[in-house]
């Protein structure tokens, strides 16, 4: 199975870029309301997903924090405790799914690491349930 049929594309969902500042990244935050998002450079490259916690663990490190200070701070300057692995668009389901079990969505580039879209968890578990019979679960590290 062909991971686009999946896959949610990249003008359907909220992303930042490297260089967006502090202010726009919770004005983003602010509409969309997701936990993480992906990071991508001016290019289209994906570099990786800042949480929540990311942003706000690097607003409690950064002294005399204000909010016109945000619009100075560029995200790249917060550290990302944990980034969401992209998987290339040939990527095979079972692939797909073992990504998915610690990321709650899936990026996903093409062959020049450009990020094109993601699959969400949810997508991935409905495959699974629904053809549960015809293709086996892969085992996750804790299970070998």
């Known amino acids: 199975m062909n991971i ?3 896959m949610t594309p990249k003008q ?3 992303y930042i870029y490297e260089d967006s500042t502090l202010r726009q990244a919770l004005e983003k ?3 969309h309301r997701y936990a993480t998002i992906p990071v991508i450079k001016r290019t289209g490259e994906y570099v990786g997903s800042i949480s929540e916690g990311d942003l706000l663990w690097g607003i409690k490190n950064t002294a005399g924090m204000d909010m016109s200070k945000c619009e100075d701070t560029p995200i790249s300057s917060f550290t990302r405790l944990r980034d969401y ?3 290339p668009v040939t990527t095979s389901m079972n692939d797909l799914l073992a990504a998915a079990v610690t990321q709650n969505f899936v990026p996903v580039v093409d062959d020049r690491q450009i990020f094109i ?4 968890r949810q997508a ?6 629904k053809n549960e019979k015809k293709s086996p679960l892969p085992l996750t590290q804790n299970q070998k």
């Open 117 to 120: 879209g993601m699959v969400r």
């Open 4 to 6: 686009l049929f999946f």
């Open 12 to 14: 359907d969902i909220a």
């Open 124 to 129: 991935i578990l409905e495959y699974f349930y």
């Open 85 to 87: 692995k992209a998987v």
């Open 29 to 31: 935050w602010g509409r």
